[in-house]
């Protein structure tokens, strides 16, 4: 992993925590109304009291937790995939299929649903590659999460949370089908690769461990429709993003260097650049620890900066978390 993809990941941690701390939940007063709740979780008041004293702040930290759950699997996982990989999210609209193409879609999703036939993506492959008859029909609009042009082949990756909702592997399988028919017939010249990822396994026993089989088991249905090699798994599926191995240790391991207990303290105290000059010691070990290499190439330059561009020098790194991109003219202009 390279220091400019570092440097990008680092910032979507930072932008991650950053929100979550406006709005973690700070004390009772601020709990929302959870009438229905509170009454349920009655029934489970002796288990709740060995490790919670304050069920409304319990409601409310529960809720805190969900929107780290969606901040994760709607941005996160998403932004730091295509950092990796150099790809984006690209939406299809006005794409086309065959006629026979349809058919033969609809003929390889019943025989998986029924059981008729187990899947094997190089045969599937073939049946729809090979039936170009008919007329040409609209296909449905469809969103890549992840899609990646090399010189001989397109690969594009549908990210999933780790458990998707019961009855959603025959929808997510007949839209890759579809899709690959509408990217061979945009791309005849190149090889189409579609995969659905899952950015971990909640099952592994290890952060970056996985078990594909057991995983796929433990899903509803997911053995039904999918070949193991149509399925990027944890580690497996970071590596394949950037071509490396240990990707999402690395990852971890950004993470893990920001996430203090302190992160507030010091993000707050690099915001402000005035402090470089009050403590430049600290100052740049926030930015080394966090893996700031664009804020460090200016604080070497410092003094050079203040004289050329003392305006933009001293301005804010993070607008609500997200960093301010007028201070690379600082060293890039």
């Known amino acids: 992993m390279v220091n400019h993809q570092t440097q990008l990941i680092a910032l979507e941690v930072i932008r991650v925590l950053k929100t979550r701390f406006d709005n973690f939940p700070v004390d009772t007063q601020s709990n929302r109304n959870a009438p229905f709740h509170e009454a349920f979780l009655k029934a489970f008041k002796d288990k709740i009291e060995k490790y919670v004293d304050n069920v409304p702040y319990f409601i409310s930290l529960a809720?805190?937790?969900?929107?780290?759950?969606?901040?994760?699997?709607?941005?996160?996982?998403?932004?730091?995939?295509?950092?990796?990989?150099?790809?984006?999210?690209?939406?299809?609209?006005?794409?086309?299929?065959?006629?026979?193409?349809?058919?033969?879609?609809?003929?390889?999703?019943?025989?998986?649903?029924?059981?008729?036939?187990k899947p094997n993506l190089e045969e599937e492959n073939s049946l729809i590659f090979s039936s170009i008859k008919g007329k040409l029909k609209e296909a449905p609009k469809f969103t890549a999460d992840v899609f990646i042009i090399e010189k001989d082949c397109i690969e594009a990756i549908e990210l999933k949370s780790v458990r998707p909702n019961a009855?959603?592997?025959?929808?997510?399988?007949?839209?890759?089908?579809?899709?690959?028919?509408?990217?061979?017939?945009?791309?005849?010249?190149?090889?189409i690769r579609y995969f659905i990822g899952f950015p971990f396994d909640p099952?592994?026993?290890?952060?970056?461990?996985?078990?594909?089989?057991?995983?796929?088991?433990?899903?509803?249905?997911?053995?039904?429709?999918?070949?193991?090699?149509?399925?990027?798994?944890?580690?497996?599926?970071?590596?394949?993003?950037?071509?490396?191995?240990n990707t999402m240790k690395k990852i971890l391991e950004i993470i893990n260097k920001i996430a203090k207990p302190n992160f507030l303290e010091r993000y707050e105290f690099i915001n402000s650049p005035e402090n470089f000059e009050i403590n430049k010691e600290k100052y740049l070990k926030i930015l080394n620890d966090w893996f700031l290499f664009d804020e460090i190439k200016i604080f070497k330059n410092y003094e050079k900066l203040k004289k050329e561009n003392y305006r933009v020098l001293y301005q804010e790194l993070f607008k609500n978390g997200k960093y301010n991109s007028k201070r690379r003219k600082l060293i890039y202009s």
């Open 63 to 117: 809720s805190w937790l969900h929107g780290l759950n969606t901040t994760l699997g709607q941005s996160f996982f998403e932004n730091v995939a295509h950092i990796l990989s150099d790809g984006d999210k690209r939406t299809f609209k006005d794409c086309k299929y065959y006629e026979k193409q349809e058919k033969v879609i609809n003929e390889i999703i019943t025989d998986l649903k029924n059981g008729n036939k």
């Open 167 to 191: 009855g959603e592997m025959r929808g997510e399988k007949l839209k890759i089908l579809f899709a690959k028919t509408c990217l061979k017939l945009k791309y005849p010249d190149k090889e």
């Open 203 to 245: 099952l592994s026993e290890t952060p970056t461990g996985y078990d594909k089989e057991r995983f796929m088991k433990h899903l509803i249905e997911f053995e039904k429709y999918f070949d193991p090699s149509e399925v990027l798994l944890a580690s497996e599926f970071w590596d394949r993003l950037s071509g490396e191995s």
